[in-house]
C-alpha cells in the first residue's frame, strides 16, 4: 500500500465517520446551566441557540436572574446565604471540518506553510459557569480549555461580578474581565463561524476593567474604564523588595474610557459608541514589536439593529478608528470598518445567516507592516440545522471579494492570500 | 518548501471533496430524514373541570383540554408590558378561581392538569411576576360599605371585570375607570 493509499483511506474513513454522525439521530439531551437552574426550555431565551430573543435580553439586563432565584438554593436556614443546590455549569463545545483558501507565512522571512484542509475538532471546548450570589449580585465565568488548535492552554474570557442596583441608585456596575464590544454586539451569541473581525482588529475584545450602566427614559447609558491593554499583561510587583507576591496586569496608569447611549426608535435600535485610550506603538520588522511610547487610540462607532416578529433579525456596526502616531510618531493612522449580517430563523429546525465584513487599512496601507491586513471584504453564508434545541450542525460557506496583494515592500504582510472557505460541524451547549 | 508532488495535490483534492460531500450530504440528510422525525415540542394542557380558557402572553390559545406549542408561552417577541406573563399559562373559568402557573421544563413533557378551585368563597389569588401567590383584592372586599346595596348583576359585573383583569385582557387603570362607573351607577 503506496503513502498516498493510506492518506487517502484516512480521509475516506473520516469523511464516512463524519457523515454517520450526521445521518445518525441524535439523543442527547441536555440544558445549560440557566435552563437548569430555572426549569425552562432553551427556546425560553433564544431564538435559536445562541442568538438571544427578546426574553433572554431582559433576562440577561435584568442580571441573568428571574424573582424565583432562590428556589434552587440550599436551605440552610440562613437568609444571608443563597448556595446554588447543584453546580451551576455548563459546557460548550464545538469540532468543525474545513476546506479552506489560506497559507500561514511568516512576515518576516516569507516562510509559507499550507493546508487546504483542516480537520478542527475540537474547535472549543468552554466550560461556563455562572449564578445569582444575592438579590443584586450576579456572577458569569468562563474558562476556555482548547480553542482554534490551542491545545492545553486554558484561558479565562469572560469573569466578572455585576450588581445591578449600586447604593439603590439603579446604576449597574461590573467588575472583571468583558469584552469591550459587548455594549453593541455580542461575539458570543452570533449564528456564525464568522466572527465580526471589526471588532477584533480595532482591538475592543477583551479587557479588565469597570463598566457602569444605566437606563434613563428611552436611553440606556453605558460607561467604562479598562486596563486598555487586553487580558494577556502580567507584571511582577517586585517595586517594595523581593518576591513580592502580588502582580500588576496593566503596564502603565493609563486607562481607555468608553461609553454607548442606545435607545430604540420604533423596531429599530440605535447606538452610538466611543472609546478614547492608549496602546503601545508597532515597532520593529513588519510592525511585529510592541514599542514602549504609549500613543493615543480613538474609536466612534454607531450600531444599528433591528428584529421582524421574532424571525429575521438584522443589524449593522460600523467603527472609525484613529490611532495617532501608532507606527511614526509624527503620523496619525486613520481606518474604518463594520460589519453587517442577518439571520433568518423561519422555524425551530433551521436558522440562515449572512455576515458581511469588512475594513479599510486605509492609512495602515503601504506601510510594510502587519497592519495592512487590516483590509477585509468578505461575505459569510451560513446554515444551522438544530437537530435538538442545544445541539446544531453548522455549515458556513465564506467568500472573500478582496484581490490577492503581491508582496511590494520588504516584508511579506497585507492580502497575500485569498480566505475562501467551506465548513461543517456541530455546536452544541450542555 | 518543494513544489507539491502529484500524489499530494490528489491528497488535497480528496480532502477538499471529503469535506465539500460531507456538507452535501449532512444537509440533505437531515432534510429528508431526521427532520420528518423530529416533532416541534407541544404541551398538553387539561384542567378539571374542562372548558376552562386558556391564556398566554401571545393570547387566547382556545379551553382545555388543548395543546400548545413551546413558542405559546416562550415567543421570540411580544409587547414589554407583558412581560410578567412570559412562560406562564393562565387558566380560568367562569365561577372558578383564575390560576396563573409558571410552566417548567418537566410540564413540557408531561403536561399540566390543573384542578381548579370553584368554591364561589374560595379568594381570588394570582400568581405575581416571580410565581409567588399574591393576594389581591376580592370586589366585594374592596366595596365593603356598598356590598349589601349590590344587585345580583353588579356582582356579576364585578365578577367578570375581576377575571377580564387577571387574563390581563384589561389593564388596570381600565379596571378602575369600570370598577368606578359600575358603583357610580349603583349610587344613583
Known amino acids: 500500500m503506496t503513502p498516498f493509499d493510506v492518506k487517502f483511506r484516512r480521509y475516506t474513513l473520516s469523511f464516512v465517520f463524519l457523515f454517520a454522525q450526521l445521518v445518525l439521530p441524535l439523543t442527547a439531551e441536555a440544558i445549560p446551566v440557566f435552563a437548569r437552574k430555572y426549569s425552562m426550555s432553551c427556546v425560553a431565551c433564544h431564538s435559536a441557540f445562541p442568538r438571544l430573543n427578546q426574553f433572554g435580553e431582559h433576562f440577561r439586563d435584568n442580571n441573568m436572574r428571574l424573582p424565583n432565584w432562590r428556589d434552587n438554593t440550599v436551605q440552610t436556614g440562613d437568609e444571608r446565604l443563597a448556595l446554588p443546590s447543584t453546580a451551576p455549569l455548563a459546557i460548550r463545545a464545538q469540532a468543525y471540518a474545513q476546506a479552506r483558501e489560506g497559507k500561514s507565512i511568516d512576515p518576516v522571512s516569507g516562510e509559507t506553510e499550507q493546508a487546504s484542509s483542516d480537520f478542527q475538532s475540537p474547535y472549543l471546548v468552554k466550560l461556563l459557569s455562572s449564578a445569582p450570589l444575592s438579590d443584586h449580585i450576579t456572577y458569569y465565568f468562563y474558562g476556555i480549555f482548547a480553542e482554534k488548535g490551542n491545545n492545553g492552554e486554558t484561558t479565562i474570557e469572560d469573569a466578572w461580578f455585576r450588581h445591578d442596583d449600586l447604593f439603590g441608585s439603579g446604576v449597574g456596575m461590573q467588575l472583571g474581565q468583558f469584552q469591550i464590544s459587548d455594549l453593541m454586539f455580542a461575539r458570543e451569541t452570533r449564528l456564525s463561524f464568522q466572527d465580526f473581525m471589526a471588532y477584533r482588529m480595532a482591538g475592543i475584545t477583551y479587557d479588565r476593567g469597570l463598566l457602569f450602566d444605566r437606563s434613563l427614559g428611552k436611553f440606556d447609558f453605558g460607561l467604562g474604564l479598562v486596563n486598555g491593554n487586553g487580558i494577556d499583561e502580567n507584571f511582577n510587583i517586585n517595586s517594595p523588595g523581593y518576591r513580592r507576591p502580588d502582580k500588576m496586569f496593566d503596564n502603565n496608569s493609563d486607562k481607555s474610557i468608553f461609553g454607548r447611549i442606545g435607545t430604540d426608535i420604533g423596531p429599530v435600535s440605535l447606538g452610538l459608541f466611543g472609546l478614547s485610550g492608549e496602546q503601545a506603538n508597532a515597532t520593529g520588522p513588519a510592525g511585529l514589536d510592541s514599542g514602549n511610547r504609549d500613543t493615543d487610540k480613538r474609536i466612534v462607532g454607531v450600531d444599528i439593529s433591528g428584529d421582524v416578529q421574532g424571525k429575521t433579525y438584522w443589524y449593522a456596526q460600523l467603527l472609525w478608528n484613529s490611532w495617532d502616531g501608532f507606527l511614526d510618531k509624527n503620523e496619525d493612522y486613520n481606518w474604518w470598518g463594520g460589519f453587517l449580517g442577518a439571520d433568518y430563523i423561519p422555524n425551530d429546525f433551521w436558522a440562515f445567516s449572512a455576515l458581511y465584513n469588512y475594513a479599510d487599512a486605509d492609512d495602515l496601507s503601504n506601510t510594510d507592516t502587519i497592519y495592512e491586513g487590516i483590509d477585509i471584504n468578505s461575505l459569510s453564508l451560513t446554515a444551522s440545522y438544530y437537530f435538538m434545541r442545544n445541539v446544531k450542525g453548522v455549515a458556513e460557506v465564506n467568500v472573500d471579494f478582496l484581490g490577492k496583494d503581491s508582496r511590494k515592500g520588504t516584508y511579506y504582510t497585507g492580502h497575500l492570500t485569498k480566505e475562501h472557505y467551506i465548513l461543517f460541524g456541530f455546536d452544541a451547549a450542555f | ?188
Open chain 2, 1 to 188: 518548501m518543494g513544489m507539491p508532488s502529484q500524489h499530494s495535490r490528489r491528497i488535497q483534492l480528496a480532502g477538499v471533496l471529503s469535506i465539500l460531500l460531507a456538507t452535501i450530504g449532512a444537509m440533505l440528510s437531515v432534510t429528508t430524514g431526521n427532520a420528518a422525525e423530529l416533532k416541534v415540542q407541544r404541551i398538553r394542557i387539561e384542567s378539571t373541570p374542562a372548558g376552562a380558557a386558556v391564556n398566554t402572553i401571545v393570547g387566547e390559545q382556545g379551553v382545555t383540554p388543548l395543546s400548545i406549542t413551546e413558542r405559546d408561552i416562550y415567543p421570540n417577541t411580544y409587547p414589554d408590558a407583558k412581560v410578567d406573563l412570559y412562560g406562564k399559562v393562565v387558566i380560568s373559568k367562569s365561577g372558578c378561581k383564575t390560576v396563573t402557573r409558571r410552566v417548567t421544563l418537566n410540564e413540557i413533557k408531561t403536561g399540566l392538569d390543573i384542578r381548579l378551585d370553584c368554591t364561589e368563597s374560595t379568594p381570588v389569588v394570582k400568581l405575581d411576576a416571580g410565581g409567588k401567590p399574591q393576594a389581591i383584592r376580592k370586589p366585594e372586599q374592596s366595596a365593603t360599605s356598598a356590598t349589601e346595596a349590590l344587585s345580583e348583576r353588579r356582582l356579576r359585573q364585578l365578577k367578570v371585570l375581576n377575571e377580564l383583569l387577571d387574563d390581563k385582557l384589561i389593564s388596570a387603570e381600565e379596571e378602575q375607570s369600570i370598577r368606578k362607573r359600575i358603583f357610580e351607577r349603583l349610587n344613583q
